[in-house]
């Protein structure tokens, strides 16, 4: 507590600690969420075996959330929506001193599981996502975590693993192979759109904001929307939930007609399986990317995330359709 104290200060909070809670839902960095007289805080020590060059990751989170708020802004929906705020240390963003370290003030959310309503609005807050930052010059954003969305190599590193699941990760690996050119231009993309990821405001119960910007880089459209619906769009049987699916894309595409049908088709198949892959991966190899996991949680991730992968991929002829629909073709 008193190390934590000591970092809170340099960002300006003075005020004495009156609890700690370690926030364990996230599985890479360590999160903290901070009560004091000064308010509500969450400070972050960041993962630096993950993000080797911290320091960029928060110069793209700057740039990313400049976007998307002066999207809002001309939209007249600034004001409406809450952001998590990152508190400065000196003229910085971050502190990097015995860790490198984060704080912005908490914003109050509710859980609650994915229903047709706040799904809807979930796809909704990615499509302006998307459509803000657009036209982002993405030489101004840096690489921070290479082939993070890498599904060949992440896929190959895992085809020698026996049984069933070396055939299910060759299917997919060479559907995505097959079908990879209809992808559209690089372009600034969030790379971890998932349920976890929104905070849904206690008054409506629906999504309000994207948080966790760590891994905005460079990377395809496809991949956010298929991480979207791998999170929020399946049955309790890892099955893909069409009307879910149906819910999402309508709200995407009320928002944004840059992704197309294919391609978004593509990213549902392509990130579940790359996923699934990146879970094994860790357990095989004990890299622990996924720090804040066993390896019995990584397995069940692993599982759940292949079965969606082959179910998507056999259904993908009926989501082609209801993507289709939602884009009004």
Not at 18 to 39: L, M, P, Q, V
Request: aromatic share 10%.
């Amino acid at each position: 507590m008193k190390n934590l104290s000591a970092v809170l200060t340099k960002f300006g909070i003075t005020a004495p600690v009156i609890r700690c809670e370690r926030i364990r839902e996230g599985h890479i960095n360590a999160t903290y969420k901070i009560y004091s007289d000064d308010g509500i805080f969450i400070l972050q020590k960041i993962n630096t075996d993950v993000f080797s060059e911290p320091e960029k990751v928060m110069h793209n989170i700057e740039m990313a959330q400049r976007l998307f708020k002066q999207g809002l802004q001309s939209e007249g929906k600034y004001n409406s929506r809450k952001f998590p705020e990152y508190l400065k240390s000196g003229n910085k963003n971050y502190l990097s001193d015995d860790g490198f370290w984060r704080v912005y003030r908490y914003i109050e959310s509710v859980s609650l599981p994915p229903d047709c309503k706040s799904v809807r609005a979930f796809g909704g807050l990615l499509g302006e996502f998307h459509r803000y930052t657009e036209s982002a010059d993405i030489s101004g954003l840096y690489t921070t975590i290479p082939d993070f969305h890498s599904i060949e190599k992440n896929i190959t590193a895992v085809l020698h693993c026996d049984g069933e699941a070396q055939d299910i990760f060759s299917s997919l690996l060479d559907y995505f192979v097959g079908h990879k050119n209809c992808l559209s231009a690089v372009r600034l993309v969030h790379n971890d759109v998932k349920w976890g990821n929104v905070l849904i405001s206690p008054e409506t119960h629906l999504p309000e904001t994207l948080i966790d910007y760590d891994t905005v880089m460079p990377g395809y459209a496809a991949f956010d929307f298929g991480d979207g619906v791998r999170s929020a769009c399946v049955t309790e049987n890892s099955e893909p939930d069409l009307k879910l699916i149906e819910c999402f894309a309508e709200g995407y595409f009320s928002q944004y007609s840059g992704l197309g049908t294919q391609e978004a088709v593509l990213g549902i198949i392509a990130v579940a399986g790359e996923l699934s892959a990146r879970y094994l991966c860790d357990i095989l190899t004990q890299k622990d990317y996924f720090a804040n996991l066993t390896d019995s949680e990584k397995s069940e991730k692993y599982l759940r995330n292949l079965h969606l992968a082959k179910s998507a991929f056999d259904m993908r002829d009926e989501i082609g359709e209801i993507v289709s629909n939602a884009r009004g073709e």
